[in-house]
């Protein structure tokens, strides 16, 4: 079973940074660096949306909120995909998780809070 965990969530002030980490552990089929990795954020009331993803072979999406503000990147050989979001919103606050997928598997984490106010 493979386990994925997030952190870097917390409280900050409209402007600032914030650095969110997600490690894979356990028993992964193929190698980490084969997985699709993504990072989902659900606020309260609403839909899980995708901000970002990274492919096996490196390439970047996000979604149009937060591009030019939040950069994706992997390091396979840490087993830890990584979320640098950079002028915060109030309306970047949710719950982030990662997910990590292939054409096989699925895996999610539980998730880390990030709350964005003055």
């Known amino acids: 079973q493979v386990q994925l965990v997030e952190s870097g969530g917390g409280l900050v002030q409209p402007g600032e940074s914030l650095t969110l980490s997600c490690v894979a552990s356990?028993?992964?089929?193929?190698?980490?660096?084969?997985?699709?990795m993504r990072w989902y954020r659900q606020a309260p009331g609403s839909q899980r949306e995708l901000v970002a993803g990274?492919?096996?072979?490196?390439?970047?999406t996000y979604k149009a909120a937060v591009k030019g503000r939040f950069t994706i990147a992997r390091d396979n050989d840490k087993n830890t995909v990584y979320l640098y979001m950079t002028k915060l919103k109030p309306e970047d606050t949710a719950v982030y998780s990662c997910?990590?997928?292939?054409?096989?598997?699925?895996?999610w984490g539980q998730g880390t809070q990030v709350t964005v106010s003055s």
């Open positions: 997910q990590m997928i292939s054409a096989r598997y699925e895996f």
């Open positions: 356990g028993r992964i089929f193929a190698s980490y660096a084969s997985y699709v």
């Open positions: 990274i492919s096996h072979i490196g390439s970047t």
